[in-house]
């Protein structure tokens, strides 16, 4: 390999201690020694150098350009030992799905061990094997820098945290990495359906010719694992009956252990990634789930991070500042679509009775990273084939398959959310509500829904919501459901009916979201006298004949939502207003018939959807909006999301609109790209019940991959629809789309594709000699 380079420049870091011999620390070492060949740096590693646990080891295309850039000799070494691949093969119930075009390189985690290795030797850095590294604090005295690549289970992590503020979330599934002596041709899943419940293999290749290897993982959930007798702490006999349960996938093969032992996957996150002059990196700082591959690739990425930011800051606290604020919220990325991922596998179960194509497309689109769109480029025969057997017509996205709600075809599966616009004077509707939701309708969507309208003045959120307590509001809703019917045929109309309940009488939100009214204010109701913040009015808590003057109050507003004209009507029982209050523990503290169990807690919630029911038209769908979790503690937990739905689902709801949270001030939500969408998924793969999906779905191409996946059967965007009006107009024409899930107004038609803009590319080349 070539020597060093010298740059100058950067933090003046000169001693350098680095604990944990991982390839994440031995390329820290190298980078910052090849940087600056003066540097004094050690790497402390307790095992000996070719002691590592696991096998295989794979890496991204972008973190290998990292790599080229950064050191060509590591990377034209690494590149001597990979195999390189590109398809993925999904084996369940004995039929294989096989997707191209993927692209992965694996190598060994010995082989990179040894080669990063071979790299510090020559670079001149001290390796330090079977030697268990000083207390980071006493070497943090002794040198410029201390890097804790020490894993997961961290000593420095740990001593360190208070300043590193960490959180080790243990999940629900036991795994195993093993080797099997041969080469898959491909990345494989293969799903076991046992008597003692759902067991997975991941296998890759990791070597190629004589040496030929596949790492081989086995998961499974706990309660599993239990049931089959693996719980025994007996390496040999594991890897024996992993060798038997897969024995097809293995082709008869033997598997073999490497001090492997049955464990369960953390989630590492750290508030805090450096204190003083000691930085953590790698699984000391964050891991992510295996099935997304991801470890080492992010460890090989914090070097590098780390190397150029000592190189660029002027001084230390600067270079691990700027470090931390670069890779925290890539790996905060990473983690999700890791999260999705492991949740996803953890659920297995729930997805087996799917379809067998559109199964391999719910596994290969699982933590949101792969879509329908880049699965399309990938592979489009695949593709077009989970297509087919979804139902798909020819050239026909997902999105624009119509959906069946009671006696209401929708065209396609877009629904423009519900969405305040706090615009109302006295209740009343008028020409911005008109301007508003007609453009909407004009858009393209297959449903529109108005904002929640509340079924009496003290039922309001602020004194700009809209109503329908009034005939004339009646009236003035009717003028709009004409105007979207005849405009622009095709479209439905929905209205949400709700009630503020303890969170009412506040400020336009523009002025103060939550924010009690200065002056006029109006007495609110609840299920208990509890407040929504400290600073928030106090509730009282209905009476028995308070709650029959509510409920006929929404009747009331459902045969003038009927007289209006609207398509559909949904119950909002989500977001914390008043029948959102009595379903969540934390807002419902009755002791009668109305609290205190979910049924007990459900009453009443039920009783207003069972009136409403009678009084609308019985050929016009009801769907119900839920909150599917609080988050916070204490708070609905999915088996209640889950027993909502099924309840709602026997009383006559024709769908769930499944969204998250604003139950309680002190929610601590886990934001996200539709972060709120496998609240959906669970419900309507668990119960049946068909779902609309919300939250944070900003693309077609999510759109799609939702509905493709059988996570949900209609997706509701609200923010997309502020942005562009036109939103499902502009997709369809995106995706080359002209068929009946959309229709382009006559008026509108010379704008149905993209205006043409001037060329951003140059000539191309007449001649290329090398």
Not at 319 to 335: I, N
Not at 442 to 463: D, N
Not at 723 to 733: E, F, Q, R, S, V
């Amino acid at each position: 390999m070539a020597g060093a380079v010298t740059v100058p420049g950067g933090a003046q870091v000169r001693r350098i201690a680095v604990i944990g011999g991982g390839p994440g620390g031995l390329y820290a070492a190298a980078l910052l020694k090849r940087l600056d060949p003066a540097r004094e740096i050690t790497v402390f590693e307790r095992n000996a150098p070719d002691d590592t646990f696991g096998f295989g080891v794979v890496l991204s295309d972008e973190t290998l350009g990292g790599i080229e850039s950064a050191d060509p000799d590591v990377y034209a070494a690494m590149q001597a030992e990979f195999v390189r691949w590109d398809d993925i093969e999904i084996v369940h119930r004995g039929r294989r799905q096989r997707s191209g075009g993927h692209g992965f390189a694996a190598l060994g985690r010995r082989r990179l061990l040894a080669l990063l290795q071979r790299r510090c030797r020559d670079l001149g850095v001290r390796l330090r094997f079977g030697t268990e590294a000083p207390p980071a604090d006493r070497l943090a005295a002794a040198h410029d820098l201390v890097i804790a690549a020490d894993g997961v289970h961290s000593l420095t992590r740990r001593a360190g945290a208070e300043v590193f503020r960490p959180s080790l979330t243990p999940h629900r599934c036991r795994y195993i990495w093993l080797a099997a002596d041969f080469a898959f041709d491909a990345f494989r899943f293969e799903i076991a359906e046992t008597p003692y419940g759902v067991m997975q293999l991941h296998g890759y290749p990791y070597a190629a010719g004589d040496r030929a290897a596949s790492t081989v993982i086995v998961e499974m959930r706990e309660e599993v694992w239990r049931a089959a007798g693996l719980d025994v702490p007996d390496e040999a006999g594991a890897v024996e009956r992993c060798a038997k349960l897969f024995a097809d996938a293995l082709g008869g093969r033997p598997l073999r252990g490497n001090r492997s032992v049955w464990t369960t996957f953390h989630t590492v996150v750290n508030e805090r990634w450096w204190h003083g002059n000691t930085v953590l990196l790698g699984d000391a700082a964050h891991t992510a789930h295996f099935s997304i591959g991801s470890g080492t690739k992010l460890a090989v990425e914090d070097a590098l991070a780390l190397t150029a930011c000592l190189h660029e800051q002027s001084d230390l606290p600067s270079a691990l500042a700027a470090y931390q604020a670069e890779r925290q919220p890539v790996v905060a990325s990473t983690q999700r679509a890791a999260g999705a991922s492991l949740h996803w596998f953890e659920d297995l179960a729930r997805y087996t009775g799917q379809p067998p194509r559109q199964f391999a497309f719910n596994l290969l689109t699982r933590s949101r990273r792969v879509t329908h769109g880049n699965l399309r480029l990938r592979d489009a025969g695949f593709t077009a084939a989970v297509e087919r057997e979804f139902g798909c017509p020819p050239d026909t996205p997902p999105m624009f398959t119509p959906f069946r709600l009671r006696g209401l075809t929708l065209r396609n599966r877009v629904v423009c959310s519900p969405m305040d616009m706090y615009a109302a004077r006295d209740g009343l509707p008028g020409d911005f509500h008109l301007v508003h939701l007609g453009a909407r309708a004009l858009g393209g969507a297959g449903l529109v829904m108005t904002e929640m309208v509340c079924v009496s003045p003290e039922g309001r959120i602020t004194p700009g919501c809209t109503g329908l307590w009034t005939d004339e509001q009646g009236a003035a809703w009717a003028r709009i459901a004409d105007f979207v019917h005849r405009s622009a045929p095709g479209t439905a109309l929905g209205v949400q009916l709700g009630h503020s309940g303890r969170k009412g009488s506040t400020r336009l939100i523009w002025e103060g979201m939550d924010e009690p009214l200065p002056e006029g204010n109006w007495p609110l109701l609840a299920p208990s006298p509890l407040p929504y913040t400290p600073h928030s009015q106090t509730p009282a808590a209905l009476t028995v004949g308070q709650l029959a003057a509510v409920r006929e109050e929404f009747t009331a507003a459902a045969r003038r939502a009927a007289t209006a004209g609207f398509d559909l009507l949904e119950l909002h029982c989500a977001h914390g207003y008043l029948l959102s209050s009595f379903l969540s523990p934390l807002t419902n503290h009755r002791t009668d018939a109305y609290g205190g169990s979910l049924t007990g807690r459900l009453r009443f919630p039920l009783e207003v959807f069972d009136a409403v029911r009678a009084v609308w038209p019985e050929d016009r769908p009801m769907t119900v909006r839920v909150s599917a979790t609080d988050w916070a503690e204490g708070g609905t937990t999915g088996e209640d999301a889950e027993a909502c739905a099924r309840a709602f689902a026997a009383h006559g709801a024709d769908a769930v609109d499944v969204s998250t949270g604003q139950v309680v001030a002190e929610e601590r939500p886990e934001y996200g790209r539709s972060y709120q969408t496998p609240f959906a998924d669970r419900i309507r793969n668990e119960t049946g019940v068909p779902v609309i999906a919300v939250g944070a779905i900003s693309s077609w191409d999510d759109v799609n991959s939702l509905i493709l996946a059988g996570r949900a059967d209609l997706c509701a965007l609200g923010r997309p629809h502020l942005y562009d009006p036109h939103w499902t107009l502009h997709a369809a024409a995106e995706q080359g789309y002209t068929g009946e899930g959309v229709r382009w107004p006559e008026q509108y038609r010379a704008g149905s594709r993209r205006p043409v803009t001037g060329r951003t590319d140059g000539p191309r080349p007449r001649l290329s000699l090398r």
